[in-house]
């Protein structure tokens, strides 16, 4: 019988996708130094199954399936429609004899209903913090591993950890204050932020994974890619970043502050290649049962 709560999850994370999707390729060259510190914590080796849980549109289950190669296999699993008819179209989805063969699935990783016991391996780049019910969903992804099989995740620590998610948001908040305009950031714990922690590792435990661990990583990534200037993620920030609604109800010489603010503020972060900043993860790794 169909789940009306996975059903709710596909349309809640299409519809999130599509704000995000425009920007598919620069989020993909900003987030990519991560997978350095995901494929070495994962270890993949040639000939295994691997799941990629919250995979959008596809860079770690592409790189996957490289590492795995042409007789290994693996899932990409997105509740996202619209994120995985991207990664269906990527151009390098090609038959490569050298390369693991992708099925790409449209579901709700918490539900669905994997087979059982047949990954070697269980990987993510940050698609495993959205979950309402984290115990079932990570029990889900232990029934789909086989016994010694492994788990991989990169997760945000908290926000203001990682001037990469905060900086912005705090020069935001300021500038409009100082306007006499209230903008509220929310709480740096608030998901996807607060995962990094030993409750997660108490979760895991609980879903049937052994020995779980988390390592934290301290990243430098480029915003929105190498090359992008600061003027463009400073409007970007501004049109649909994360304070994007609450900017839109402020008097336009508060919205013009914040931009010129955010704008200043990444200038003096750019290196010469592109706007470099810190970002603060964890690895959480653990073994099936
Ligand atoms: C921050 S994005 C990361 C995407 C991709 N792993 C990457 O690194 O580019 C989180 C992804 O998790 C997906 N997601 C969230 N909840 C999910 C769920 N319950 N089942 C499957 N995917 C989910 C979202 O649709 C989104 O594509």
């Not at 003027?231 to 609450?246: C, H, K, M, R, Y």
Request: charged share 20%; aromatic share 6%.
């Amino acid at each position: 019988m169909p789940d009306d709560r996975a059903a709710a999850v596909v349309d809640r994370c299409t519809e999130a996708a599509a704000t995000w999707l425009p920007l598919a390729g620069p989020i993909e060259a900003q987030l990519a130094p991560l997978n350095d510190v995901l494929f070495p914590a994962a270890g993949l080796r040639p000939g295994e199954s691997v799941i990629d849980v919250g995979c959008g549109t596809g860079d770690t289950t592409r790189r996957a399936a490289s590492l795995v190669g042409g007789t290994g296999q693996v899932l990409g699993i997105d509740a996202a429609r619209n994120a995985i008819e991207h990664a269906r179209h990527h151009p390098a989805g090609t038959h490569d004899p050298d390369t693991a063969p992708i099925t790409w699935a449209v579901a709700d990783a918490q539900r669905h209903a994997f087979p059982a016991a047949a990954a070697d391996a269980v990987i993510s780049r940050l698609g495993v913090m959205f979950f309402d019910e984290p115990v079932e969903a990570f029990a889900n992804l232990a029934a789909a591993t086989r016994p010694g099989g492994r788990f991989c995740a990169v997760v945000w620590t908290f926000r203001d950890e990682s001037p990469f998610l905060q900086l912005n948001l705090t020069v935001a908040v300021e500038t409009a204050a100082s306007y006499g305009w209230t903008l509220d950031a929310g709480p740096p714990d608030a998901a996807p932020f607060g995962f990094a922690t030993d409750e997660t590792l108490g979760i895991l435990a609980k879903a049937a994974w052994e020995d779980p661990g988390l390592r934290r990583h301290r990243v430098p990534l480029y915003a929105r890619g190498p090359g992008t200037p600061p003027e463009t993620i400073a409007d970007e920030f501004v049109a649909s970043g994360p304070l994007a609604s609450q900017l839109q109800g402020a008097p336009p010489e508060v919205v013009e502050a914040v931009r010129r603010a955010v704008r200043e503020e990444l200038t003096t972060c750019w290196d010469g290649r592109g706007v470099r900043l810190d970002a603060s993860v964890a690895v959480l790794t653990a073994t099936r049962a």
